[in-house]
């Protein structure tokens, strides 16, 4: 167990809604990351935040949006989804601002029918 | 920009054999190396790490070399196990620190 929490474990839902994935970092941990892994493009970064800010972007969709709350928490809001959206997506944590070793979450199922 | 390539799979072996899975990287400066393994249904595990050239990270009979000559981080297991099998990601994080970059992934198969 990392110490890393995502929710849900899995979500179906049609094309066109907005879902949001939930994350909670470890103890302690002041940056999270989320990543989606699908069958056809792999692992990808798509953003950090650290201490509530914005620190880094990756390949993440202008549909997709994040934060990240006082209590560290973050939030992964995916909108007009379609069916490409598919895929697993991790959260991941890091004591540091600076992306070194990450604790990653179990991951959400996104299914998009 | 910066990116890590790695064997492409899937790879399987029996028992007890040793196992190589090639990582290459591209990267300006001195990136931080990353080996990460996903077993079936879970989130990715770091498995070792090297954060400078020459560096050997270890684990669980797992070793890689951080080789800046050659710019390869190569996981390397002398006799491999069932409990082994799972999908291995190569990955890098940028000399900046705001980027990481993750390999497509190297599923492993080991039968008894």
């Known amino acids: 167990d990392s110490g890393v929490t995502q929710t849900p474990k899995h979500l179906i839902t049609a094309t066109g809604q907005r879902v949001t994935l939930r994350c909670s970092p470890r103890s302690g941990d002041l940056s999270v990351y989320w990543y989606q892994q699908s069958l056809d493009q792999g692992l990808q970064f798509l953003i950090q935040?650290?201490?509530?800010?914005?620190?880094a972007k990756g390949n993440i969709l202008e549909r997709f949006s994040a934060q990240q709350f006082p209590d560290l928490h973050s939030e992964l809001n995916l909108s007009s989804l379609e069916l490409g959206d598919s895929a697993l997506y991790f959260c991941a944590s890091s004591t540091l601002p600076r992306i070194n070793e990450q604790f990653f979450g179990p991951g959400t199922r996104l299914t998009v029918l | 920009g910066d990116s890590v390539t790695q064997m492409e799979g899937p790879v399987t072996l029996s028992e007890e054999a040793c196992l190589t899975i090639?990582?290459?990287?591209?990267?300006?400066?001195?990136?931080?190396l990353f080996w990460y393994v996903q077993y079936p249904g879970e989130g990715l595990q770091l498995l070792l790490k090297?954060?400078?050239?020459?560096d050997k990270g270890s684990n669980k009979g797992f070793e890689a070399t951080y080789r800046k000559e050659t710019t390869s981080f190569h996981l390397e297991k002398g006799s491999v196990q069932v409990s082994d099998s799972a999908v291995y990601f190569c990955a890098l994080s940028s000399n900046t620190g705001n980027q990481f970059y993750f390999g497509t992934g190297t599923s492993l198969t080991v039968i008894p």
């Open positions: 090639n990582c290459t990287y591209t990267a300006t400066g001195y990136p931080s």
């Open positions: 935040y650290y201490n509530g800010e914005e620190r």
């Open positions: 090297a954060t400078k050239a020459d």
